[in-house]
């Protein structure tokens, strides 16, 4: 194991204090795919809120399949969404799904029966292979937050949506409504600015995904006339403190910027930080996530 850190031209410019810039910033996110394929479903899957969901299925709830017929799935990853929706949902619906990782894409084609999904490799703000109002209903599971400029992408949303159709994204929800996700926010970001000072001055994305009031604003500017709701819910998942704290950190992207050697200190405080949240029961990890739901008129 080298004990070099990830740097990439979007971490240097970080370094630099120079202004993040779009190509950087997919870079940088394709490496990180490209090196941890299928991270994401790894926590999501295990993660559940009170009535058992994971945020995959209570997306997926966003689905109407009397009147969707086209699914797109916007940032599709490894494919979990595309493959809960093809075991819960009419077999002819069309179900399309768009990712700029090769890597995650193979993940998803590999989970899927040949031909029962169109998996396009392709940059969420260029939909070009979709014509105008060819699809009913676009899902969007934790990618909107990294995409900047978002503006470009929820433009392309709403020209490949058909009037009626219905948008709707699992996006980071506000730190204060999961109990401890702060705390775990700011051990995780302590470490990383140890190494990389300007990470969360800086972040990856459009930080006004992760504000209900500006992405209600960003959405009503990009679908004028929608009906726009955010609906903010928990999930949650529990295990031994060292496991927990391997999950729970790699739903946070600054963690693989880390050298090897300070992921394995901030582990280690990770987990006494778990096991002290709820002394004496099962450490516990909870994730704030807001559902974005858009309907077209
Ligand atoms: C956190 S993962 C989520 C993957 C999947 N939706 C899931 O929840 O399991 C984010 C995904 O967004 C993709 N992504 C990020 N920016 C993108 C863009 N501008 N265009 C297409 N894909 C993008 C990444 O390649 C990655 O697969």
């Given at each position: 194991m080298t004990d070099a850190p990830l740097r990439t031209d979007w971490t240097d410019r970080l370094a630099r204090g120079t202004?993040?810039?779009?190509?950087?910033?997919r870079a940088h996110l394709r490496t990180i795919h490209r090196d941890h394929a299928g991270f994401t479903e790894s926590c999501a899957l295990r993660c559940r809120d009170a009535a058992g969901r994971?945020?995959?299925?209570?997306?997926a709830e966003a689905v109407e399949p009397d009147r969707h017929r086209v699914l797109l799935d916007v940032a599709c990853g490894s494919g979990p969404l595309l493959e809960l929706c093809h075991a819960t949902l009419p077999p002819g619906m069309r179900l399309i799904g768009i990712d700029m990782s090769p890597e995650e894409l193979?993940?998803?084609r590999a989970r899927l029966p040949a031909g029962r999904a169109d998996l396009v490799e392709a940059q969420a703000e260029r939909l070009d292979f979709l014509s105008d109002g060819s699809v009913d209903v676009a899902l969007c599971h934790?990618?909107?937050t990294l995409m900047d400029p978002v503006a470009p992408?929820?433009?392309e949303i709403a020209r490949v949506l058909a009037p009626g159709g219905r948008f709707a994204a699992i996006v980071d929800g506000p730190a204060a409504a999961a109990p401890g996700y702060g705390a775990v926010h700011d051990?995780?970001?302590?470490h990383v600015q140890a190494e990389l000072p300007a990470y969360g001055t800086v972040d990856l994305g459009d930080p006004r995904v992760r504000s209900a009031g500006d992405l209600r604003a960003l959405v009503h500017a990009a679908f004028p006339g929608a009906?726009?709701?955010v609906e903010t819910g928990v999930v949650t998942m529990s295990a031994p403190a060292e496991a927990l704290a391997r999950e729970a950190a790699g739903f946070f992207y600054a963690a693989f910027v880390l050298s090897p050697a300070a992921r394995v200190r901030m582990l280690a405080d990770l987990a006494a930080l778990l096991s002290g949240i709820a002394p004496g029961s099962v450490p516990t990890f909870s994730m704030p996530i807001n559902r974005l739901l858009v309907d077209l008129p």
């Open positions: 202004a993040p810039d779009p190509a950087a910033l994971t945020s995959y299925a209570r997306l193979a993940l998803a934790w990618a909107l992408v929820l433009a051990l995780i970001y302590r009906r726009v709701r």
